[in-house]
C-alpha cells in the first residue's frame, strides 16, 4: 500500500477488521458486491476483494487526484483474483449512488465511511443496499450527537441531542435512529448488527430488511437525563406519556434527547459467529501487519466486549457516576450487576464505554446496591 495524500489512520484498524469480518459473513450466505464510497488510499476496498470473500468491489473518491493512487493499489486485487470484478472511480458520492439508483444496481454490502455527518447520503445510500445487505456506517462528527452543538444536532440529525453520560452511545442511538427513519419512510426495515466508538468515529453496521419488523417502530424514542440527581428514563414515541418525577427533592428540568434508537445496538449471536470466525483466522497467522489475513488485538477485544452486551435497556451510567453521586469509590462493576440481576432487574456491562453500568433498576435502587457492593468489596475490589 502507498498511502501518498490518501487518508488513512492506523488507529481505525478494528473498524477495518469488522468490516472484512461483516464482508466474509455476507459472502458465506451469497456472492457479495461490495461498494466502498470514500475509499480514501483503498485499503479497505483493497482487504474487502483479498480477506472479505467479494466477487465485486467498486472503490470510490470523489478526489480525482487520487484516483492513480487508488488504482494502483487494487491493481494487484483484479491481477491476483481473475474472477473479481474491479471498479475504481473519482465521482462524488452523491453522483455515484444516483447513478446507481438510475441503473437500479445494489450491493450486498455498502462502506460509507464519510468525514462528518452522512445523514445527507443516507436515503440514495439505503437504495444502493440489497434487501438482507448491509450499510457499514461511519460518522466524524461528535460534536452534533454527544450535545456539544444543539443547532448542527437539529440540522444534521433532526434530533435533540443533550449532554448526557453516556455521550458515544447516545451518538450511536442518534446515528441509528436517522437510518431507521429514512428507511421507514422507503418502507423498508433494519436490524443494528453492530455499533461501536473509539470516541472519534461513531460506526454502525445495519442490515436492511424488506419491510420493517413487527413493531419496530416501537424502537424509537426519546431519552431524558437529570443532571441534578442523575436519574434517566427512556420512552417509545409510540407510548410516548408524561415523564415521572426524577430523585429530586425538587424537580428540575429533565434534558431530553432524541428522537434515537432505543433498542438493541448490536446482535450477539451475529457477534459472537464473528468473534469465533475472527479467532479461528488469527490463530492461523502471526500478528504482523494489517492484509495478511488476520486480526488485531484491539478488534479481538472489541469483538468480545459488543457480543457481551446487546445494548439494552438504553439506560447506561459510568461507575464513576454512580461513585460520585455515593461520595465514594467506584463501586465493583461486576458485583453491582450481579446483585442487580439477583433483585429481578436487567443489568450488564456496556461494551461501547469502559466502565459503564446498564440497567433498568430505579435509579435509587442502582445507588443503594452499589453502596452495599462498596461497603463489601474488599480493598483492592475498590
Excluded at 475509499?39 to 487520487?66: K, Q, S
Excluded at 490463530?283 to 457480543?307: I, M, N, T, V, Y
Aim: net charge positive; proline share 8%; aromatic share 6%.
Amino acid at each position: 500500500m502507498q498511502l501518498g495524500a490518501g487518508f488513512f489512520r492506523p488507529q481505525s484498524r478494528p473498524s477495518r477488521d469488522l468490516g472484512v469480518l461483516l464482508a466474509r459473513t455476507l459472502a458465506a450466505q451469497g456472492p457479495v458486491r461490495v461498494l466502498d464510497l470514500m475509499a480514501g488510499c483503498g485499503i479497505r476496498a483493497l482487504r474487502y476483494g483479498v480477506e472479505g470473500g467479494a466477487g465485486e468491489v467498486w472503490a470510490n473518491d470523489a478526489d480525482p487526484d487520487r484516483l492513480p493512487l487508488l488504482q494502483a493499489n487494487l491493481a494487484p486485487l483484479a491481477a491476483g483474483k481473475s474472477t473479481l470484478r474491479l471498479r475504481t472511480t473519482a465521482r462524488t458520492a452523491q453522483q455515484l449512488l444516483a447513478d446507481c439508483l438510475q441503473r437500479q444496481e445494489r450491493f450486498e454490502l455498502v462502506d460509507l465511511d464519510a468525514f462528518g455527518c452522512p445523514t445527507a447520503l443516507l436515503p440514495l445510500a439505503l437504495e444502493a443496499v440489497q434487501f438482507g445487505g448491509a450499510i457499514y456506517l461511519a460518522s466524524t462528527d461528535g460534536r452534533s450527537p454527544t450535545g456539544h452543538d444543539r443547532p448542527a444536532a437539529i440540522r444534521l440529525l433532526g434530533a435533540a441531542a443533550r449532554a448526557h453520560p453516556a455521550s458515544w452511545e447516545l451518538a450511536l442511538r442518534l446515528q441509528i435512529g436517522v437510518v431507521a427513519r429514512a428507511a421507514w419512510a422507503m418502507g423498508r426495515g433494519v436490524e443494528p448488527l453492530l455499533a461501536f466508538s473509539e470516541g472519534r468515529t461513531f460506526r454502525t453496521a445495519l442490515r436492511l430488511q424488506r419491510q420493517p419488523a413487527r413493531a419496530e417502530e416501537e424502537q424509537l424514542g426519546l431519552m431524558a437525563y437529570c443532571h441534578g440527581c442523575g436519574d434517566q428514563q427512556v420512552q417509545s414515541l409510540i407510548k410516548l406519556r408524561q415523564w415521572q418525577p426524577c430523585s429530586c427533592p425538587v424537580p428540575v428540568p429533565l434534558s431530553i434527547s432524541g428522537p434515537l434508537w432505543i433498542g438493541p445496538l448490536q446482535k450477539p449471536e451475529f457477534l459472537a459467529a464473528l468473534h469465533k470466525t475472527a479467532l479461528h483466522i488469527t490463530a492461523l497467522h502471526k500478528p504482523d501487519r494489517e492484509s495478511d489475513g488476520q486480526f488485531s488485538p484491539a478488534s479481538l477485544r472489541l469483538l468480545g466486549c459488543l457480543a457481551a452486551d446487546p445494548g439494552l435497556p438504553a439506560r447506561c451510567w459510568p461507575s464513576a457516576e454512580v461513585a460520585r453521586r455515593l461520595q465514594t469509590g467506584p463501586p465493583p462493576l461486576a458485583a453491582l450487576v450481579l446483585a442487580l440481576q439477583e433483585q429481578g432487574y436487567r443489568a450488564g456491562v456496556s461494551g461501547v464505554m469502559a466502565g459503564q453500568l446498564r440497567s433498568d433498576a430505579p435509579w435509587p435502587v442502582i445507588l443503594q446496591t452499589a453502596s452495599q457492593c462498596h461497603r463489601r468489596a474488599p480493598a483492592t475490589a475498590k
